[in-house]
């Protein structure tokens, strides 16, 4: 089916430990997102791209890395997880043109 | 800085009843999204509203967008207990690059 998908679904982390968020989309979207959703704050942009081999920063972009080497895929890294990213991660994509984002069913990250 | 605003944040209603969420935002935007979350569950787009004055409906809820006063409600008739869910309104800036700034969400709860 077409669509957004995450990988993993779920990680528990230890402090310190690195980790690859994958998100893939076969719907040759140009944008992709990724969020982080926190209780009681919404969710808060990470990290976008506008295409193949670009990346800009969001509002919360300290502490994660992003690449975009292929369009289909937006990968998230955290290169030394702390406890403060514990969080769910929702990644997004939408179309050059188009008003319409497709969402993730989300990845859910646990650091101890 | 765009910032969006829900109220109310929290809102129990019973069966039956009519409510309004309210959703602000700072700065001139160009769409105005609204989206269901059901726990644990990803974001499900319920409606774009594109320019000053749109008003859309989908069964018990109606959206509408006055862009003058930068404010979006979303209207809930006859609620019922189907309806409880997260609701979550977001805005996005053509020539910022385009991606989503959300609101902090409003935990709707419909009791029978």
């Known amino acids: 089916n077409a669509g957004v998908t995450q990988t993993p679904k779920f990680r528990v982390l230890k402090t310190g430990q690195s980790m690859t968020l994958l998100c893939a989309q076969d719907?040759?979207?140009?944008?992709m997102y990724w969020y982080r959703q926190d209780p009681g704050m919404g969710l808060r942009l990470i990290h976008y791209?506008?295409?193949?081999?670009?990346?800009a920063k969001g509002e919360v972009p300290d502490g994660y890395n992003v690449s975009r080497l292929k369009k289909q895929n937006f990968l998230l890294g955290l290169e030394s997880a702390a406890p403060s990213q514990t969080s769910v991660y929702f990644c997004?994509?939408?179309?050059?043109?188009?008003?319409?984002?497709?969402f993730g069913s989300g990845t859910r990250l646990t650091v101890v | 800085e765009l910032k969006v605003e829900q109220n109310p944040l929290f809102l129990s209603m019973q069966e039956g009843k009519n409510y309004t969420i309210y959703c602000n935002y700072s700065?001139?935007?160009?769409?105005l999204y609204w989206y269901r979350q059901d726990p644990g569950k990803s974001l499900e787009s319920l409606f774009v509203?594109?320019?000053?004055?749109a008003v859309k409906q989908e069964g018990r809820l109606m959206a509408s967008l006055d862009t003058k006063a930068r404010l979006s409600t979303l209207h809930i008739t006859a609620a019922v207990h189907d309806l409880s869910a997260t609701y979550f309104c977001a805005v996005d800036r053509l020539n910022s690059g385009s991606r989503l700034t959300f609101g902090e969400g409003t935990q709707l709860t419909v009791n029978p």
């Open positions: 997004a994509s939408r179309p050059a043109g188009s008003y319409g984002y497709t």
């Open positions: 700065t001139t935007s160009d769409r």
């Open positions: 719907m040759n979207h140009e944008y």
């Open positions: 791209s506008v295409g193949e081999g670009t990346t």
């Open positions: 509203l594109l320019s000053n004055g």
